[in-house]
């Protein structure tokens, strides 16, 4: 069965600074990751996706993510945050049979000016 | 296009009542899924349909029943509710599970008394 692993339920950081969101997966079969956002009030949207090839995946806002086989990692990343990037980060996880996604718990990224 | 749509959006129920939540998708998408978010736990998977006439129970299950009469519209119905069904519930629709992107409607904040 797959699961997802968020590593950090909040992470604070302050305007401008470097983020990375952690997320490790479990899976026994070739997996799909996504990451989607949360902002307040709000249902999700996705960020971005990996389905094959390039390992690096760039999404909206800035946002990337890579892919790490062997670490089964697929951790999210922004070079610069800003204050409207403060909402809740889900990773998620499918594969190629006809079973629902799994999500991890969330991070709750808080950017303080 | 109206995407995913939730009804209602606010609901207060004594325990034992009964309730329906409402998610109808105008995309075709096959696949709809209903998500329940309680702080710290993330999105729970409650039931999903991978086409009309077709529902699985996901990972919580109990106390919600779903059917798929039509491709369009897929309601959760609470049969006696619980304080423990306070919650966020989301509908979500994708073209198919997997690899495929999930729409998310905006949410129905349900308390029960």
């Known amino acids: 069965a797959q699961s997802v692993t968020q590593l950090d339920s909040q992470v604070p950081v302050f305007e401008e600074a470097p983020v990375e969101l952690r997320c490790n997966y479990s899976s026994s079969v070739s997996v799909y990751l996504f990451w989607y956002v949360q902002y307040p009030n709000q249902g999700l949207q996705l960020l971005l996706k990996?389905?094959?090839?390039?390992?690096l995946v760039k999404g909206i806002n800035g946002f990337e993510a890579e892919f790490n086989k062997s670490q089964t990692s697929f951790h999210l990343r922004k070079p610069s945050v800003h204050i409207s990037d403060t909402a809740e980060y889900f990773c998620a996880v499918g594969d190629s049979g006809n079973t629902p996604l799994v999500f991890g718990k969330g991070t709750r990224l808080s950017v303080i000016a | 296009n109206a995407g995913v749509t939730q009804t209602p959006k606010f609901q207060v129920l004594k325990t034992g009542q009964s309730m329906t939540l409402q998610c109808a998708q105008d995309m075709n998408h096959e696949y709809m899924s209903w998500y329940r978010q309680d702080p710290g736990m993330g999105l729970r998977l409650i039931h999903y349909s991978v086409g009309a006439g077709i529902t699985d129970q996901g990972e919580v299950p109990n106390g919600y029943n779903v059917s798929r009469s039509t491709t369009e519209d897929f309601p959760l119905r609470l049969l006696s509710a619980a304080p423990s069904q306070t919650s966020v519930y989301f509908c979500a629709s994708s073209y198919g599970s997997g690899a495929n992107v999930l729409t998310f409607g905006a949410g129905s904040r349900l308390t029960v008394l």
């Open positions: 990996y389905l094959s090839g390039s390992t």
